[in-house]
């Protein structure tokens, strides 16, 4: 198995600043109601097992109707301001993406996802892939 959290490699990190409490980004990437809702999951297809070494799957949808089954691991999990997550690649390895979240006070949160890709083609897709689920999460959150 590889793991490319630590590896040199193609790094991202996206941020993004919403006004509301910690506690509600936390929410929508640990409740599986709420990670259905904005996560572009086929409904019924998310199951969440937010401890140390817990899986987690969702079938992705994207603008095209096109479906992606994705499943994974949570490695580390410090709530509520910590998410590592490990996602299952076809060749039996893992790709890890990092969630951390900030309390910037007075209800106002910045959240951020990084991770670092092995090659650019994969940083590309990702990237562009998680730029979307942070626009959406942030557009979510601020209906809450």
């Known amino acids: 198995m590889t793991t490319n959290a630590n590896s040199t490699g193609f ?17 929508a990437w640990t409740e599986r109601d709420d990670y259905e ?4 999951s ?8 937010v401890t140390p070494g817990g899986r987690y799957t969702s079938t992705v949808v994207t ?6 089954p994705i499943t994974g691991r949570y490695i580390e999990v410090d709530a509520p301001r ?7 690649t076809p060749d039996g ?3 890890v ?11 106002r949160t ?3 996802i990084s991770q670092n890709c092995a090659t650019q083609e994969e940083h590309d897709m990702a990237k562009q892939g998680s730029q979307m689920l942070l626009d959406s999460c942030a557009a979510y959150v601020a209906k809450l």
């Open 63 to 68: 603008p095209d109707g096109t479906e992606f």
């Open 97 to 107: 993406m990092r969630l951390d979240v900030e309390d910037l006070g007075d209800d």
């Open 11 to 27: 790094p991202y990190s996206l941020t993004a600043e919403v006004d509301v409490p910690v506690a509600a980004v936390w929410q």
């Open 42 to 49: 086929k409904p019924g297809s998310v199951e969440l097992d």
């Open 82 to 88: 910590t998410l590592v997550m490990g996602m299952d």
């Open 110 to 112: 910045r959240f951020t």
């Open 93 to 95: 390895g893992e790709e």
């Open 37 to 40: 809702a904005w996560s572009y």
